[in-house]
């Protein structure tokens, strides 16, 4: 799937973000709109959007007797949506009755009801072509297997996709296309969490507080203020987002779709984006304008059902977070050092255990911002691995850099549960093997 690129915003604490947009001024803008460029090649939303408790806890289903996990060998012959002719994947057709189709999918699937109200699929993808960069493909890669990393972790299911579902919805706007194709083929997954490609996850313990989400559909990394007051296309990036699987997402998606590049009313969209914010300097309608237009237009509508996060990186801007990676190292460091449980050797399949261990010492940094807690997900926006074509505010080196040693940043914490660790961030081949009791007992040569 083509790369989201012209997200470039700037993420620090809430406060550090908005004075870092607002300070850059026409240079930013510039930056914004260069982005763009560097691409490479509805019905209103239900109105009862009240779809907020998992479909587990309403059926109050269950596992069969005897039945352990999911039964995957097991698709009973009575009819279901997907028995519909006029059932559709594509980003065109409408999609009634959603909720109603997925309870009646889990009462014939009973092994998957349990736990649905809390399961996760990841969305995530590039293009199908070669890069054009020759490390291109190295660092999509490496991208991809952090993902998977996570996900294993937590027992999530991915979904990589390398194709345009809708010819037409190039770059930024295929993920809508693919998000409503994952809900569809996976009526068991509550959420469906799209994670651009050159994103990161840079803290492998923490997991989503979905507890906060539970009046919510969508989540969205931005700040409320900067959408509502300042009218700006940049309060909020729309690279990484947390959508429930549910009718009102599939209306909302079906509204958000309107304004891409198949949709007959695709130029008229880019005239009422410019003019709806005046820091958007590129004509053309784009993904993550118009999801700012329709939380800023249609806050009765769609807002109430969308949290914006801005109480940690949700999605992190890579410039603010990479030059703090070694101090976290020494901090978290240290925490192990004084704690014995956070140094015992133990399964992989074990380790959210521990993760609710390192809460005990984080629980005073929050949600973490700037406080010296690992960034949860570090953004690589303006880099543009695959294609080369970096942001001109650096060079091509400094980003490559940066994604290595936030890659082996995160690569450390999966090691370390494999008996080993990178000794220096920039350095991805050399992992010594950790002594007993590890870092009370030291490695030899040190690790960063």
Known sequence: MPKHNSLLRTKTSSSLSSCF????????????????????????????????????????????????????????????????????????????????????????????????????????????????????????????????????????DIFYNTVLLQPKMFSFWAKIPAVKAVMLAHPEAEWIWWVDSDTAFTDMDFTLPLDRYKAHNLVVHGWPHLIHREKSWTGLNAGVFLMRNCQWSMDFMEEWASMGPQAPEYDKWGVIQRTTFKDKTFPESDDQTGLAYLILKEREKSGNK??????????????????????????????????????????????????????????????????????????????????????????????????????????????????????????????????FDYPASDLVGGAS
């Open 21 to 156: 947009l607002y300070a850059a001024g026409t240079s930013a803008s510039f930056l914004l709109a260069w982005a763009f460029w560097s691409f490479f090649s509805s019905p209103a939303p239900s109105a009862n959007p009240s779809f907020s408790r998992g479909l587990a806890s309403e059926a109050a289903l269950s596992c069969p007797a005897g039945k352990a996990g999911h039964n995957r060998s097991y698709d009973p012959p009575d009819p279901t949506f997907y028995d519909d002719p006029e059932l559709s994947y594509t980003i065109e057709k409408t999609i009634k009755n959603w909720d109603e189709k997925r309870r009646e999918w889990l009462e014939k699937h009973p092994s998957f009801a349990a736990g649905a109200a809390d399961r996760i699929l990841m969305v995530t993808g590039s293009q199908a072509t070669p890069c054009k960069n020759p490390i291109g493909d190295h660092l999509l890669l490496r991208f991809f297997k952090n993902k998977a990393d996570y996900c294993r972790i937590h027992g999530y």
């Open 306 to 435: 969308i949290y914006m996060e801005d109480e940690y990186y949700f999605e992190g801007y890579w410039m603010e977070i990479v030059g703090t990676l070694e101090n976290i190292t020494d901090a978290y460091t240290g925490i192990e050092k004084r704690e014995r449980r956070l140094r015992r050797r133990h399964a992989e399949r074990v380790g959210e255990s521990y993760g609710k261990v390192w809460e005990e010492h984080l629980k005073d940094a929050g949600y973490g911002r700037g406080r010296g807690r690992r960034p949860f997900m570090t953004h690589f926006t303006g880099c543009q691995p695959c294609s080369g074509d970096h942001n001109q505010m650096y060079s091509g080196q400094s980003c490559w850099d940066a994604m290595q040693k936030a890659l082996n940043f995160a690569d450390n914490q999966v090691l370390r549960r494999y008996g080993f660790v990178h000794r220096d961030l920039l350095d991805t081949s050399t992992v010594p093997p950790l002594p």
